[in-house]
């Protein structure tokens, strides 16, 4: 199918569980999808070295502009239906995540893959990026190792108590600490900058979030993650190549 408009109304996180699908799907057809993603994300960037991406469209956000989220996400599929057909998009989809599955397949099955010849998941950074991160990195640690700390997620019930990061990182021999949200605000630079930071970082310590995902899709050992939400959370969003990680679902 040529001209694929995706609407995907979800957290930066479930962005990297869809990029398999946009992969295999190119691999498939030939042909690069397109994307509507949070409107709170076009400073994130995360989409735009994306290969397998042409055009970026920007969304509301089903669950904080509308009066609840069923009305949300209804809302916006009938309105991004109605601009793919006016547009002349060829497809819509709105992949949803509401069934037991692992996100990576659901992701997959909306784009009419049944079977991925990989369920990797990446991201893609730029040589700027790269430099940038390098900057950032060398004027708060210098030449350190550094360990890489989330703390806050925006969910409750994800995030990790205050100052448990540093601890855990600092017990392992790493007394340096790059943490988001206070050596670096989430805002101040793209998201693909951060990941650039996480990859450099010596070890981790981060809650169920965007960077949990980001070090799988960079191939990086998780030292510790926290999956406050249990263990049905993990399986739903688990990584589908081997990796390197320490689940933690009580502190």
């Known amino acids: 199918m040529k001209d694929l408009l995706i609407l995907y109304p979800h957290g930066l996180g479930d962005c990297i569980l869809l990029t398999p699908a946009i992969r295999e799907f190119y691999y498939k057809t030939g042909n690069k999808v397109h994307i509507a993603t949070l409107e709170r994300f076009r400073t994130a960037k995360f989409f735009e070295n994306n290969p397998y991406v042409d055009k970026i469209f920007y969304t509301k956000d089903a669950w904080h502009d509308y009066p609840n989220s069923q009305v949300g996400f ?25 069934e037991p599955i692992n996100k990576i397949v659901l992701n997959c ?3 009419g893959i049944t079977k991925a010849s990989s ?23 210098s030449d350190s190792n550094y360990g890489f700390v ?9 995030d990790l108590p205050q100052g448990y990061g540093r601890k855990y990182l600092n017990d392992m021999g790493i007394e ?14 793209n998201i693909n900058v951060q ?57």
């Open 74 to 98: 209804f809302s916006l599929k009938e309105e991004w239906k109605q601009f793919a057909k006016d547009n002349g998009f060829s497809g819509f989809v709105m992949p949803m995540h509401s």
């Open 119 to 141: 369920y990797k998941t990446e991201v893609y950074t730029s040589k700027q990026d790269a430099e940038r991160a390098k900057e950032l990195v060398s004027s708060l640690v």
């Open 195 to 251: 990941f650039e930071i996480l990859r450099t970082a010596a070890a981790v310590c981060i809650p169920d979030s965007v960077f949990y995902h980001a070090c799988h899709a960079m191939d990086k050992k998780v030292d510790f993650a926290y999956f406050g939400r249990g263990p049905g959370v993990y399986e739903r969003v688990r990584p589908l190549h081997e990796v390197q990680e320490r689940i933690v679902y009580k502190l």
């Open 176 to 189: 340096s600490v790059i943490e988001i949200g206070k050596e670096i605000n989430f805002l101040d630079e």
């Open 109 to 111: 099955q909306h784009l």
């Open 150 to 158: 989330q703390t806050t997620t925006g969910v409750p019930s994800k």
